[in-house]
């Protein structure tokens, strides 16, 4: 029987031949690493509602929606109609524009912690725009993070991330184990009159879906406070849970929210929103801050962003958790009818899959790397897309028929990686 990595090459010769064109010009033939697997990633065509098509011609059920910035799947017509009347009339202005403002105004009016909100181009440049506020705001330097959080490609954060502090690199990074009040409270009591800023997300997304209670955050919100400094919720993934985001979920108030993904409708954005006076910072005529970006808040990333984060209601939050339960079911019985290890976290929309019995604390340590890489080349080969890391994100156009032929394709992938996992 032809095994799982060879069946994926010889699906995609086209893909395969793209690897040794890329890498002559791009470090590893990528842009981006969370796409990045061996023995290559696929070469992406075109996509339509939640299909991804391959330069080979294969077509794909899309569940990694690219990573949670598609909330209403490829080219969503509302959106495709919005850009396409921007564009016409150019697409970056060097002043302001409406469809700007009327985003502006939407997320203020959704998400009670917001006030004012910046504009820029990507999550990662929001985190590194709220830190610069929250330094400027205190006149202290550190920063301190969930470790395994995730804040977006900047070395500050990825400290963090890759569980580094303290790392010559990385002198002003401070971490804490999530969900772990007392630990955090620690910190800010021991090195409180250093930390500019306490960053966290709304769950633990990069890491595999950790969620943590309202009084974990509320403590380390309180703790940051009598410590004097800024509260930062990373709100790039989990706003999609509730329309003023999960902050809302989880009745708390964050001095500054950053934001990314969905509120861009599949352009590239970021945006910090929060107090008034902090934001203030960030006012020109005032000084304190210089930030500019050439591409902020421009008229087609904006007009999408709209329609994007405009479509988001509390009656589709609701159906896509309801099919992302019906998902995991599928997903528990393929792997069981198979005799594949599985655990699976899930929050509302998204879900992670593991090929462990038992989910890790964080996606960075995994015993079930070669496994799940079996698992995810088997997907492929099944028409399924999703993360490598076994990261599932769910649209408002998916359907049940569509999320119950999934749990067919998952249920063959899951034999054939049966078929090749030792013992
Ligand atoms: C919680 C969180 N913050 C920040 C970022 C960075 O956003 P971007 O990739 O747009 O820079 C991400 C990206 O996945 C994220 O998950």
Redesign the pocket.
Known sequence: MASIESTYMERTPKSATMGPRAQKVMPAGETRAAGYHTPYPLTVASAKGSTLVDIDGNEYFDLSNN?TSLLHGHAYRPIVDAVAAVIGAGTAWPARNNSQIELAELIAGRVPSIDLVRFCN????A?MLALHVARTNTGRHKVLMARFG????HEVFEAGFFGNEGEKHWPHTITAPWGDADAFEQVLAAHGDEIAAVFL?GFM??SGLVSAPTEFFQRVIDATHRAGAVFVL?E??SLRMNTGGHQVNLGITPDLT?M??IIGGGYPV?AVGGRADLMSLLDPGRGKIFHSGTFNGNPVTTAAGIVSYGHLTSDNIAVMASLAERLEGHLADGAAAAGVPFACRRIGSLLNVYASPVAPAANIVREDADAMRLLHLAGMNHGLYFASRGFIVLNTQMTEAQIDEAGERFAAAYRDVAAELPG
């Open positions: 990573f990507s999550g990662s440049e985190n995730y804040h977006g490609s997300e997304g990069s990373d790039v993934i950053t990314g993904k970021g």
